[in-house]
Each structure stands twice: as structure tokens, then as C-alpha cells.
């Protein structure tokens, strides 16, 4: 018998040899990747634990959050037990300083009535505004009553929002981790509110001050959806103040301006400043009127 087929009989032949595996440095690729999957699907489950109590108290709720919100936030209650029960909207608006100098209050805009005027977009609910409305009035009403009166307080002549911030800690040091939170929401939001008040009302002036209203307007309860009168309940808001406009070097503001812009035509929303635009008294922040959400309590 030859040393061909002693080899043979013996197996070797079909051994893979050394050079045909896997390089080393791919092997460890894919276990990152395994293991960054791994991860992704449990936080995202934990994110999506449709009871609080078990998701915050039995597992790592705060960690998923952290992790889930706001880039890859999903919403999956749209089943029971637990389906989305309220609309939520980001409102904005901003003073616009003209040419001749005149500081006005343009009127309120609803930025996710606009956001969401494609069908398509409408699908699932989950663009910007909604983040954003969904993000700040939750951390809004994590605060203490003192903290939300700071919150509506006009901080439009600052820097940023550390001046914000500062107070807010000030007024309950117990609740910095609320106070945090709210901070991250509010950037998001008026950064947000800076980038829509400039597409709107660029072209009439400068805009040197923006404020956002995140509000919620709940539907029928689900266990109460076939109860005869069943009443929706109320609609909620933050109360929130006049701030600085938050611009970053990573945005690109002329390519918002022509998506947000095509939208806001399509909603009928106009972007000229009315003849009838009341002045706006930097020192009288209390001088608001009526805005979304309050009309319904």
C-alpha cells in the first residue's frame, strides 16, 4: 500500500490544514460583533419590558435607557398589555430680531404635526419631535415642583444651559440625577427648536432666543375604549422658558432647512413673520399668553 493511501486510511488527507482557517484577527472580529449583538438585543428587550416595576427594578432599566435613548429608540406598544394610549408633539417658537432691530414672538408652531405631514413618516411615530416631546416632558415631571418653576424661568440671555442647570440643582440638590437628565432632554429639544426656528423665520430676521412645549394629549384608555362617555383625559405640558439657540459644528443647517421647509409647506404652515407679531420684552419672560396645551388643562 502506498504512503498515499496509508495517509488516506488514516484520515489526514481531509484534515484543514492550518492555513485554511480563519485568521486570528477574524475569529476575534466576530466574536466582538457576537458579543455587541448580544448586548444590543438585551438592552433593547429590556428597554421595550412593557412593566416599569420589572424593567427598573429587577433589571438594568436605567443601563438600557442610557443605552436605547435617543438614536435607537423603538416602541413597540402598539399591542397589549400595555399599547400607547397619547400623542405626543413638540411645539416651538423664537424671537426674531428683524432688521430695523424689533424683537417679535412668532406664534407657536407644532414642529411634529410638520415632521410627520408625509404619510409615510407617520408609520411609527418615532421622528424627532415625538423623541423629543417624549424625553422632556418625562424629565420635566421627574423634577420637583420648585425645579419645574426654575425650568419656566427665561435663561435666553445665557451662554448655554449650565446657568440652567446651576439653579435647578440650587433649588433641590436631592434630585441631581433628575436635574441631568432634564438637561440632556432639553438640548436635544432646543437644539432641535433652533435648527426648525431658523428654517421658518431665518429669512425674516435673527433668531435670538427659541422656546419648546412638549405636549401630550392622551387618547381613550384601552380598557375603557368601549365604556360608554368615556372621556380622554386632559392633555400635559412642560412649562418651559426661553433659551439661548443651541447650534453644533456637526449639523448641517441648510439641509434641514430644505427637508423642514418642504414639509412646513406641505402643512401649511407659513414662514413669514404676521404684520400684527406682538414685540418681545426680554425683561417681561411672564408676558407668554396662552399656550399649546393649556387650553385643555
Known amino acids: 500500500m502506498s504512503a498515499a493511501g496509508s495517509e488516506s486510511e488514516n484520515g489526514h488527507e481531509n ?52 443605552y436605547i435613548e435617543p438614536y435607537l429608540q423603538q416602541d413597540y406598544r402598539i399591542f397589549a398589555p400595555n399599547p400607547a394610549n397619547s400623542d405626543r408633539n413638540l411645539w416651538l417658537r423664537a ?54 418653576e426654575v425650568a419656566a424661568q427665561n435663561f435666553s440671555e445665557s451662554d448655554d444651559l449650565t446657568p440652567l442647570q446651576d439653579e435647578l440643582l440650587a433649588a433641590d440638590a436631592d434630585k441631581a440625577d433628575e436635574v441631568h437628565a432634564f438637561i440632556r432632554a432639553t438640548n436635544f429639544a432646543t437644539s432641535y427648536a433652533t435648527q426648525a426656528a431658523q428654517a421658518l423665520w431665518g429669512d425674516e430676521g435673527e433668531v ?25 383625559p386632559g392633555a400635559s405640558y412642560s412649562d418651559t422658558g426661553w433659551l439661548p439657540p443651541m447650534e453644533w459644528s456637526e449639523q448641517s443647517t441648510p439641509g434641514f432647512a430644505a427637508s423642514f421647509l418642504t414639509w412646513a409647506e406641505k402643512a401649511g ?29
Open 15 to 66: 484534515q484543514p490544514s492550518r492555513s485554511s482557517r480563519a485568521p486570528r484577527s477574524a475569529r476575534i472580529a466576530a466574536g466582538v460583533a457576537a458579543a455587541f449583538l448580544a448586548i444590543h438585543i438585551f438592552f433593547t428587550a429590556v428597554y421595550n419590558t412593557p412593566y416599569p416595576h420589572i424593567r427598573d427594578e429587577v433589571l438594568p432599566g436605567a443601563a438600557a435607557t442610557a
Open 95 to 148: 424671537w426674531v430680531e428683524t432688521p430695523d432691530g424689533e424683537r417679535v414672538i412668532t406664534e407657536w408652531v407644532d414642529a411634529t404635526a410638520i415632521e410627520l405631514v408625509e404619510p409615510a413618516r407617520r408609520v411609527l411615530r418615532k421622528q424627532f419631535t415625538v423623541q423629543a416631546s417624549l424625553r422632556l416632558i418625562g424629565t420635566y415631571f421627574d423634577m420637583s415642583e420648585g425645579q419645574r
Open 269 to 297: 404652515v407659513s414662514t413669514e413673520l404676521p404684520d400684527d407679531a406682538r414685540p418681545a420684552d426680554i425683561d417681561d419672560p411672564d408676558a407668554d399668553g396662552i399656550g399649546p396645551g393649556q387650553e385643555d388643562g
Open 208 to 232: 435670538v432666543a427659541v422656546q419648546t412645549r412638549a405636549v401630550t394629549t392622551p387618547i381613550v384608555r384601552w380598557e375603557h375604549r368601549f365604556d360608554d362617555g368615556a372621556v380622554a
